[in-house]
């Protein structure tokens, strides 16, 4: 199983961003993938999980600006932002799980992605 993440890059404070992270060797449909998150000197922090293809849980932190979504069809799971703030800097790792439901700990995970940087100016 390979999960490849991408989208990251430099964005003003206030901006949008959607990572992407495409899956191979695995159906996404027999997964729970989930976004983390770390930053410069900070543990890897839980950002979103969806499992069943549209039960979600996103982080206090993140809820109603951060968006995780799936596309089955194409074995990616996406993280929209919107309302990026300079504390969301930080590298993003997909992830997934073969249990259902949105675990927070990292150690749930089985799977990794080699993550991506997203960096928020202000």
């Known amino acids: 199983v390979q999960l490849q993440a991408f989208g990251g890059g430099l964005v003003q404070a206030g901006g949008s961003l959607r990572l992407s992270c495409l899956v191979s060797?695995?159906?996404?449909?027999?997964?729970?993938m989930g976004w983390f998150r770390q930053a410069p000197g900070a543990e890897r922090e839980f950002v979103a999980a969806i499992w069943w293809s549209v039960l979600t849980y996103h982080a206090d932190s993140v809820k109603g600006r951060f968006t995780i979504s799936r596309d089955n069809a194409k074995n990616t799971v996406y993280l929209q932002m919107s309302s990026l703030k300079p504390e969301d800097t930080a590298v993003y790792y997909c992830?997934?799980?073969?249990?259902?439901?949105?675990?927070?700990?990292?150690?749930?995970?089985?799977?990794w992605g080699q993550g991506t940087l997203v960096t928020v100016s202000s």
């Open positions: 992830a997934s799980k073969s249990s259902s439901g949105s675990d927070p700990e990292t150690t749930a995970y089985h799977y």
């Open positions: 060797g695995r159906s996404l449909s027999s997964s729970t």
